[in-house]
């Protein structure tokens, strides 16, 4: 009998690519810990949730603006020189925030040290997608693997918060923090001295360098402004159902809720990852974008917590798909020369929005409650959808002829 989940198989056959995989996964681990982490521990040290919100906001936007710098230098410089500056300099500042936090400097100083910190952090999973699609040549074997990612951005969600809150209850406020960053740059540290498996630097001709912009292609623009409303989904939707489950009288039903949101994505994600759709990649990321946008309206049908599960589960079985399509168009449409600071401008996006989806949540379930404020995250889901598909219809026309070469004609095909 045919075993289904063979192409994972094949893609980890590539030299290397168990090594860089998981060492990017525990690289990753700061993705899904800083922000809890750094709540955790300023509301510990100084009894303010508020404050809390904002340190972790400030390091959440930080590193959006500084994540695409250090791919943009991974692509001139290669990803093991700059993944090993970028974690000793993430080890120093990261370090000194605690110190600030823990040791009652001026308040200033904790957004100052905040924002040094997440902009001293790269982004790890684009570099990690990176090493595979230049590893591996087939359309369908990236989509494989980039799903297979996408799966360890769940595990590390559904594994992060809640080992973070422990540490931080049981030892201190501030270790959840701590701990995160010292795995993360372990990780990175780990995946920077694995240069064979690294995309070879493009070198730019002489006086035909790349602007801070020109990486924006239509097709990545489309994408990145997308997932600006996806990620509003996933930041409101950590705060709403939080807030209803604490209406509801069963606060820790909302873990159980969100874990569920990320188990459904992480099944999906393990599917995707195996099959052979039809149409191009443009069409794919449309489609996954519609399915997402519809399968949040469930989230009007909430009434109860048992309702609440299987209606997140639902909408989660829609997460990978739309992130995992999103990615292989981007891959599929920058330039070789631009590859890891192409797929970092989409994780830009997911961050900002993320950021500003927790941020509406609150002042929405403040004013409505929890039950109204499913209405956040069921607006943004739509307004991606139709994102992608107004997107699709602009940049639907194939792609220049300068596009990377060695590409499959399936992922070029508008």
Do not use: K
């Not at 889901?381 to 194939?398: E, F, I, S």
């Amino acid at each position: 009998m045919r075993n289904p989940f063979a192409p994972y198989g094949r893609i980890f056959a590539v030299p290397g690519a168990r090594s860089f995989s998981f060492a990017g996964w525990l690289a990753r681990v700061p993705m899904s810990s800083m922000g809890l982490g750094s709540v955790l521990m300023v509301a510990g040290e100084s009894g303010s949730y508020g404050l809390a919100g904002a340190v972790s906001g400030t390091l959440a936007l930080a590193f959006a603006v500084g994540s695409p710098q250090w791919a943009r230098g991974m692509d001139r410089l290669g990803q093991g020189r700059v993944l090993a500056v970028s974690a000793a300099v993430y080890l120093v500042v990261g370090l000194t925030f605690v110190g600030v936090v823990v040791g009652g400097a001026p308040l200033w100083s904790w957004f100052v040290l905040a924002a040094l910190t997440g902009a001293s952090g790269a982004n790890v999973g684009a570099a990690v997608r990176a090493r595979w699609a230049h590893a591996l040549p087939g359309a369908d074997a990236r989509q494989t693997a980039f799903a297979f990612e996408s799966v360890v951005d769940e595990v590390v969600f559904v594994v992060g918060p809640p080992t973070i809150t422990f540490l931080a209850a049981l030892i201190a406020p501030p270790a959840g923090f701590v701990v995160g960053l010292l795995v993360g740059i372990a990780g990175t540290v780990w995946l920077s001295r694995q240069t064979a498996t690294q995309p070879p630097v493009h070198r730019a001709a002489p006086g035909s360098g790349r602007s801070a912009t020109s990486v924006l292609s239509p097709a990545l623009l489309v994408v990145a402004v997308a997932y600006l409303a996806v990620g509003t989904v996933f930041g409101a939707m950590d705060v709403v159902v939080v807030a209803f489950a604490q209406e509801q009288g069963q606060p820790v039903m909302a873990g159980v809720a969100l874990a569920a949101y990320a188990a459904g994505s992480l099944v999906a994600g393990l599917v995707y990852g195996i099959l052979t759709l039809p149409g191009s990649l443009l069409a794919r990321f449309v489609g996954c974008g519609l399915l997402f946008a519809l399968a949040t309206q469930t989230l009007f049908l909430v009434g109860s917590v048992p309702v609440l599960v299987v209606a997140v589960f639902l909408a989660g079985l829609t997460i990978a798909p739309v992130l995992v399509s999103g990615m292989s168009l981007v891959e599929s449409r920058v330039s070789r020369s631009a590859l890891n600071e192409g797929l970092t401008w989409t994780s830009t996006g997911l961050t900002l929005g993320v950021t500003a989806g927790a941020a509406v949540a609150g002042a929405a379930v403040d004013a409505w409650g929890g039950q109204q404020a499913f209405l956040v995250p069921a607006v943004g889901a739509a307004a991606a959808g139709l994102l992608a598909l107004l997107g699709g219809l602009l940049v639907r026309r194939p792609a220049p002829a300068a596009e990377p070469a060695g590409l499959d004609e399936v992922s070029r095909t508008p």
